[in-house]
């Protein structure tokens, strides 16, 4: 089985070498399709492309999932000081915003942490929050977008407005999270409080501004809910039926509306339609079914990994998930810089150190539980998951750098970024799907929230933004 296995490493890794097919992809899904929002007609193109490249790799086990959501489209926003000086700026409401005509103080959270509420106190009560939308550098991880947005909601603010910490003029965007989650009219599904997000340029302004006297703002907003509805594509290269259990690969291939979505993650979901077309003339030459799914709606609230990883929950014994790997994030930068990140699990941590000894080709391994990933709903029905991500597409940035701005474009993505990840991502891939016992197995309910308790994170039980967007 080891000479065979590697005999089919081979010729994939051939094939990877010699074909510019993912760059192509991207080109395609970016430029001809565009952002590919959750719920939008250009989410519905992005996913009859995927079905159609996967048969024309000659996959026959492909479907299209679909899934009832609430979408979001974009109208006015205005954002204006009206003290000291009166000021416009330019800003972009996130989301699932809704309608509003508001004006107040504006009240500096700074980097928007537990602690900078608690400092502030009642002084954010019936504010607009100035915050800062990603401080996060490596090594120094902070909260999520989410979360800040939850403290301003909790803490009786009227707005929220994000500030990029990365220079050039770029707003940045986000989703926010509905105000009666499993609510039935899109008025429930639409933010409890507006949410904008501005250039850093124009935050350090305003934070400037601040020291000639009492910051106030106003807002005005015209956004609207609708219900819609979103597909993940879901394809089997399958194994040669010895056992039951599926290896699982997943990329997110929707988008923000104001930009092409190339780095988060077209790149990713270009990776795993590789990985479809390399793999797929070795069908039942392994031991597992490896499963690749394309995942809606993961910048909404993990909609679409929720809605699939809920399957395994209702299927009978034909259909046994044993491990799922995310590729949000895979396929960045210039390639070499590899990494993969396992979630809560030091001994799934050794098993992927072995391997890139094993390899011959050196990659990170972590351990880290991230909420905010399509690995996470499956993290919390306890299967085994990690994350592969290239490390050098953010260098010298601040959190996500050019995702989640109108800069996320294609021209941020090498052929041979993609190449490394698909290269990589392959191999693991083929390991999984061969070996005799997978390196982890499943954990109950009660082992998964002790891990989350140990990681200081068991308030995501309650209060995950993705939960909040679902439709019961």
Known sequence: MAAALREIERQVLGEIWTSDEPYRNLVHLCDGIGHRFGGSASEHAAAEFLERKLREYGLEQVRLE???????????????????????????????????DLEGVIVDVGAGEAEDFGRLGERVRGAIVLTDAESDVPGVERSH???????????????????????????????????????????????PIPGLGISY?????????????????RIRARNRVFRSHAFNVVADVPG?????????????????????GAIDNGAG?????????????????????????????????????????????HVDQNELLGFMLNLDGAGRGQGGSEQVTVTGDPALARYFSRLAEQLQYPFTVRDRISPHSDHFPFFLKGYPTATLQSRDATQGMIGRGWGHTEADTVDKVTQRGLQM??????????RLAS??????????????????????????????????????
């Not at 935050?203 to 020291?211: N, S």
């Not at 040669?240 to 092409?260: E, F, K, M, P, W």
């Not at 698909?422 to 083929?430: D, G, N, P, Q, S």
Request: aromatic residues 8%.
């Open 66 to 100: 679909e899934f009832p959501v609430y979408s979001w489209e974009r109208g006015e926003c205005f954002f204006a000081l009206s003290a000291p000086v009166e000021r416009s700026f330019s800003a972009l409401a996130m989301p699932y915003s809704g309608t509003a």
């Open 145 to 191: 977008r989410a979360d800040k947005y939850r403290r301003a909601v909790e803490a009786g603010a009227i707005a929220c407005v994000f500030t990029n910490r990365n220079p050039g003029m770029l707003r940045i965007t986000g989703a926010l999270y509905a105000r009666n989650p499993g609510g039935d009219a899109p008025l429930d599904h639409t933010a």
């Open 201 to 217: 340029e124009a935050g350090e302004m305003i934070r400037r501004l601040a020291g000639l006297g009492e910051l106030r703002g």
């Open 240 to 260: 040669d039926g010895s056992t039951h259990q599926l290896v699982l690969a997943g990329a997110h291939y929707d988008g923000h509306d104001i930009a092409q």
């Open 269 to 313: 979901a270009v990776v795993a339609l590789e990985l479809a077309r390399v793999l797929a003339p070795h069908a039942g030459r392994f031991l597992r079914t490896v499963r690749l799914v394309w995942f809606a709606c993961e910048e909404l609230g993990l909609l679409g990994s929720w809605y699939h990883c809920d399957r395994y929950e």
């Open 421 to 430: 990840s698909t290269a990589l991502a392959a191999r693991l891939l083929l």
């Open 435 to 472: 070996e005799e016992h997978l390196p982890a197995s499943r954990r109950g309910s009660d082992e998964v929230r002790q891990v989350l308790v140990e990681a200081g994170l068991a308030d995501v039980l309650e209060h995950h933004w993705g939960r909040a967007n679902r439709i019961a």
